[in-house]
């Protein structure tokens, strides 16, 4: 054959392999290949498939103790993440899936290696590493609080007592430990109230910031953000309380406990299981206020709060209302009604609340009624602000608010510090509160 012969076949050749690898290739792209089993065709599962299905056992089912658990829905860790078992294990292996090398050559497949392999051999290994990456998400969302509460097990999350408390100051209950007046006559409110520079002259405002131990994520952006004389009010209903209690003592933060109470609404304003309620016997509602009570220790009082929840039909029950103020007045709690423009509490030390300053909870809004605060502190000497909860928003704006109030003439100062005396005590009786 001549030459020019030799290279006519030769061009052949190289047409017709490259006709047949473009054909490979787009075969290859328009799905993963398919083998033959039992005569019949099967597609092979790819990494991200299997790894789909070992993530899926994890969120499929929810725990019996639903509503139980719907405080702790969407909360972030305290602190180090203790995720749950079988979220753990399955991130563990989509860790493990993700550690393949994705490039270089795999393992060759009798002896040979095509470039579909190598292409089909990343795509699974960087599906590999998304779906790992989801899954360790997936483990932070959903890792208990520090307390390692098992699911459905609400009542075991106050189970753990805090340190640097008095013991005199607690007694057992049948939901745990209780606040009392010790046996010389010291109160929670003066040995838990943040400490105050009382001979201060200038005009005082307090601010109270609601839900505290709900949501991880903005109870920690409030620990580290707020000014310590803040007052936060803890969410009962909150997983690991006693360590957010700890977190804020560190702080030397004062705390409230916040008493569920049927609310105006209700019952399409849910205040929770364990609400006081007007159609409860009083018995219950006692027995409802001390488990609110026995959920986490050290706290100077209680506020009628939850959310945006004021208890607003259950404070005009009438001697229910009046049993409840009598009950933490003998405790040596003090009580901030929330409700603005109620009468101070008749029965306990305390306060009621001059503004709600996050309905609504824009920076514009919440920016006037900080600035109406202030006005109020000049009027009248002191101002209590109430913020339902410790969303981003509130957080940012109190803490840049709170920066100019010494320039401005004004102190913050916490809530303990605005109590008035009840009715019916004597001046020497309050010198112990």
Known sequence: ???????????????????????????????????????????????????????????????????????????????????????TEAARELSVAATEPTSGTPPAIA????????????RESHAATSAAAAARALATAGAAPPAAVPEGSREQSAARIISGLDPTLTEPGRHGLLPRISADGRTPIRAYGRP????????????IIGDFGLNASHSDDALRRLPAAVSLAINPYGYGLPAWSERARERRMETLMGIPMEPAGFPMNDPGDRALLTALP????????????????????????????????????????????????????LYIDP??????????????????????????????????????????????????????????????WAQTLSAKGLVLAPASVLIRRPDGISETTSRTQ
């Not at 100077?300 to 007045?329: H, N, P, T, W």
């Open 1 to 87: 054959m001549t030459l020019p012969g030799w290279r006519a076949l030769g061009l052949t050749w190289a047409v017709t392999l490259a006709v047949a690898a473009g054909g490979a290739v787009w075969l290859n792209h328009l799905g993963p290949p398919r083998e033959m089993a039992g005569g019949e065709a099967r597609s092979v599962p790819s990494a991200a498939t299997r790894i789909s299905a070992a993530v899926q056992p994890t969120l499929g089912t929810a725990p019996e103790g639903a509503r139980e658990s719907r405080a702790a829905d969407a909360a972030a860790p305290i602190s180090t993440p203790s995720a749950p078992a079988t979220t």
């Open 111 to 122: 002896g040979t290696v095509s470039s579909s392999a190598v292409q089909d051999a990343s």
């Open 196 to 207: 105050f520079d009382r001979t201060d002259s200038r005009p005082r405002i307090a601010i």
């Open 282 to 333: 009083l018995p219950e509602n006692l027995d409802r206020l001390a488990w609110a009570l026995a959920r986490t220790q050290g706290y100077a009082g209680a506020i009628g709060a939850i959310g945006g929840m004021r208890g607003e039909r259950f404070a005009q029950s009438g001697e229910s209302f009046s049993s409840v103020q009598d009950s933490l007045q003998g405790r040596g709690l």
């Open 339 to 400: 409700r603005p423009g109620a009468r101070n509490p008749s029965r306990a030390w305390g306060r009621v609340v001059d503004l709600v300053i996050d309905e609504p909870a824009t920076r514009g809004e919440i920016e006037r009624r900080l600035t109406a605060l202030e006005a109020l502190a000049r009027e009248r000497g002191s101002a209590l602000g109430l913020a339902g909860s410790p969303t981003p928003v509130v957080v940012d704006r109190i803490a840049t």
